[in-house]
T-cell receptor, first 111, second 112 residues
Framework: NAGVTQTPKFRILKIGQSMTLQCAQD?????MYWYRQDPGMGLKLIYY???????DKGEVPNGYNVSRSTTEDFPLRLELAAPSQTSVYFC??????????FGPGTRLTVT | GQQLNQSPQSMFIQEGEDVSMNCTSS?????WLWYKQDPGEGPVLLIA?????ELTSNGRLTAQFGITRKDSFLNISASIPSDVGIYFC????????????FGKGTKLTVNP
């Protein structure tokens, strides 16, 4: 049981490039979330999903897109990367709204 | 959006001391959760609380769901160096929100 896995662990992007951050969970959780954490700051919700085929915006969705075609996977797409998207990205999953379990994070730098 | 006021922002303590931190809000919550984040890692769930007045322990950690449902407290007894990290509170708002509200964290430093 791997829990929540995220790939890649680190990535450097040039301004204007695109990439997909991968997130997978093997706990059969319905709920999945994407957060970003800027240095020394708390967590900001980007997008979330309450089940396959259902996604909704969080607090800071601009510049990102998500899809949820399966229960296990919840990829986050960055289009036209900007320096403001330099951050650590965490994926989380939960059976219900509470008790979210987090992945190890992806550290993204946009230069 | 909704805010959780977490305090203190940071704490510097000696090994062996007890630690208290709390989260407060003007809103009512159905669930309170406490997480710890080590440097370079994702947050790890420490304790989950589901009822007003509930007191739950996890080893040296004890957390309480406030009676008013607007606050929660975390205590760490006899701190050790590996307690160092950032502690976050999080809550699910009354009304069945599909999201959690997170506090901004308490950074704990333990001097051996």
């Amino acid at each position: 049981n791997a829990g929540v896995t995220q790939t890649p662990k680190f990535r450097i992007l040039k301004i204007g490039q695109s990439m997909t951050l991968q997130c997978a969970q093997d706990m059969n959780h319905n709920y999945m979330y994407w957060y970003r954490q800027d240095p020394g700051m708390g967590l900001k919700l980007i997008y979330y999903s309450v089940g396959a085929g259902i996604t909704d915006k969080g607090e800071v969705p601009n510049g990102y897109n998500v899809s949820r075609s399966t229960t296990e996977d919840f990829p986050l797409r960055l289009e036209l990367a900007a320096p403001s998207q330099t951050s650590v990205y965490f994926c989380a999953s939960s059976y219900s709204v509470g008790e979210q379990y987090f992945g190890p994070g992806t550290r993204l730098t946009v230069t | 959006g909704q805010q959780l006021n977490q305090s203190p922002q940071s704490m510097f303590i000696q090994e062996g001391e007890d630690v208290s931190m709390n989260c407060t809000s003007s809103s009512i919550f159905n669930t309170w959760l406490w997480y710890k984040q080590d440097p370079g890692e994702g947050p790890v769930l420490l304790i989950a609380l589901y009822k007003a007045g509930e007191l739950t322990s996890n080893g040296r950690l004890t957390a309480q769901f406030g009676i008013t449902r607007k606050d929660s407290f975390l205590n760490i007894s006899a701190s050790i160096p590996s307690d160092v990290g950032i502690y976050f509170c999080a809550g699910q708002l009354q009304g069945g929100s599909e999201k959690l509200v997170f506090g901004k964290g308490t950074k704990l430093t333990v001097n051996p």
